[in-house]
């Protein structure tokens, strides 16, 4: 214990005097509130919703706001402007990810596209991703959305109250038939276990607290023993390491064996396979595998908390609900569910979604870039290696962009401006990240989504759940997530609106 504490006092004293030594070249840092000595802002941080505390620090400094940890810079870019000057236009030095010890080194993140640092691989991965998921792709992917939908409309009609186990398996099953060819059957499917327990490791363990452990902070602790008190650290990230391996692992190399066997589907892997031949080099099979891999994780919990969101708001606003069910019954009619075709027809439905978009932010912090270079905003000094958060949640709260931002209100989008004024407010531009790092899935959620939605109110009923007395309970709305604004499960009710609907969903193309 005598060596642990040594270790981490003298690692912390070197990483506060390095920002002392920096401080002392410029002192124009952003704003912020007041660090501690040494410790500097460790006690303003929160593992829950630091989103919200970071908008009450922007709401006081304004829309750079700088804290540290042990020396570690923290940044908060709080307004559109500021977040596209910097991780857009000098995104040349805004696009590193940070080199976290735990996530990446101890417990293998670093193999995976969200970890991995800007250069040759980050390039080569982006470029595979840009090749699956552009929106030209994305439209061959047009039918099998339909089609997955409705298998996702069949379950949950059949057993309301476990809907969150259908979009789960949505979510899971469309990205592991896009990337590995791979039908989910149920949703017990091993595959799906096996993503589901990885993605929680990630997002409520590994990443918990902003992703930045102890040993991040003084990576000399990797070299303790790991039975030593307080390197119990070391045991963890080896059996998370152990997991994260057979999650890129199992899906990709069962693909393998589907297409030596002759029965695999065409997809992702199986196409970039072919093309690579008998000659693939084992570059070329890593950027595979951990590519396919990154999507699978990546798409999880966000399709999730999106879609979740959805249904919360069905909830709360049963007008907007009834509104959208009129306008697709007017165009749709009777006899059939919604497809893409639909799209175009559909003005409120698309102001619903963007509205959703905005109101949910599943993403609120983003994920953190690395600051590559020093650099000078406004004034403001930026150190190398400070973390750079974009504080989406903000952004879309800016009553300037959207006035009465607290009151969930689609119409906002149905006004007629002008084409910079929509870029400006289009909730994509935001909730996807910026810069050299944006989220390649987004063609495909933005799809994804408005076909899950559309189909959803156009066949069923969301309301409160009920009591055995049958009177409406409030669901009780929780985020405890560290990276997702992500509700935890809440109880709904959720009912086929007529036997029309009935027979549609029921009867619908497995
Ligand atoms: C509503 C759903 C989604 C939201 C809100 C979302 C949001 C984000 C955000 C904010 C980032 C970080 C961007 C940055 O670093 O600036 C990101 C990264 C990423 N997303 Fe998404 N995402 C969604 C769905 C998906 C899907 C469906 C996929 C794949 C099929 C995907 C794949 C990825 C990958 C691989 C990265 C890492 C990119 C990199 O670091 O270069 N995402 N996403």
Redesign the pocket.
């Known amino acids: 214990m005598g060596i642990l504490l040594g270790l981490v006092i003298a690692a912390a004293f070197f990483a506060w005097a390095r920002h002392q030594q920096t401080k002392k070249v410029s002192r124009a840092y952003p704003p912020g509130p007041k660090p501690l000595p040494f410790v500097g802002n460790i006690l303003d941080l929160t593992a829950i919703e630091l989103w919200m505390r970071a908008t009450s620090w922007a709401n006081q400094f304004g829309e750079i706001v700088y804290i540290h940890v042990f020396g570690q810079g923290l940044v908060f870019l709080n307004s559109y402007e500021v977040t596209v000057e910097l ?1 857009e236009k000098r995104g040349a030095i805004y696009s590193d ?1 940070p080199a976290f010890v735990m996530a990446g080194e101890l417990c293998g993140c670093d193999n995976m ?2 970890f ?1 640092r800007y250069g040759d691989k ?1 390039r080569r ?2 470029r595979l ?1 840009t090749q699956a ?1 552009n929106p030209t792709a994305i439209r061959t992917y047009q039918p099998l959305l339909e089609i997955e939908t409705h298998t996702l409309l069949r379950a949950i009609a059949t057993d309301p109250k476990n809907y969150l186990n259908y979009i789960r398996r949505y979510a899971g099953g469309l ?1 592991l038939l896009v990337i590995y060819g791979y039908q989910v059957k149920s949703e017990n499917d091993p595959s799906l276990a096996l993503a589901t327990e990885c993605v929680d490791i990630l997002s409520n363990q590994i990443a918990s607290g902003g992703g930045i452990w102890p040993v991040d902070i003084f990576p000399a602790l990797q070299h303790l023993p790991s039975w030593l008190p307080g390197a119990g650290f070391k045991a963890k990230a080896a059996t998370w390491k152990a997991k994260m391996e057979e999650f890129a692992d199992k899906p990709y190399e069962a693909l393998k064996q589907r297409m030596l066997d002759g029965t695999a589907l065409s997809c992702f892997c199986s196409t970039l396979l072919e093309e690579a031949g008998d000659k693939i080099d084992s570059e070329r099979d890593f950027d595979i595998r951990w590519t396919a891999n ?3 994780s ?2 999880l919990d ?2 999730i ?2 879609v979740q969101h959805f249904i919360l708001t069905m909830i709360q606003f049963p007008e907007m609900m009834q509104r959208a069910q009129e306008e697709i019954e007017s165009v749709v009619g009777h006899g059939r569910l919604p497809t893409f075709t639909d799209r175009p027809s559909l003005p409120f439905v698309e102001a619903l979604m963007s509205e959703l978009l905005r109101w949910s932010v ?2 609120p912090l ?2 953190p ?1 690395r600051l590559m270079e020093d650099d000078v905003y406004n004034g403001m000094f930026l150190p190398k290696g400070t973390l750079v958060f ?1 504080n ?1 949640w903000k952004m879309l709260r800016n009553p300037e962009v959207y006035p009465n931002p607290e009151v969930f209100s689609p119409e906002r989008f149905m006004e007629d401006v002008d084409e910079v004024t929509a870029k400006r407010r289009d909730p994509r531009n935001y ?12 063609h ?2 933005e799809q ?2 408005w076909i899950v939605m559309t189909s959803m109110i156009s066949s069923f009923d969301i309301t409160r759940a009920k009591d055995a007395a049958g009177n409406a309970v409030e669901p009780v709305v929780v985020f405890e997530n560290a990276v997702f604004r992500q509700p935890n499960p809440f109880e709904c009710d959720i009912r086929l609106r007529s036997e029309q609907s009935e027979r549609l969903v029921m009867g619908s193309a497995a």
Request: charged share 10%; net charge positive.
């Open positions: 991780m990810k596209v969200a991995t980050s991965q982006r991703m998921l990205t990154s999507m699978y990546a798409s966000t399709t908390t999106v599943a993403v983003g994920l870039h974009a989406v909730v996807f990240g910026f810069g050299r790092r944006r989220c390649p899935g987004m495909l959620i994804s989504l």
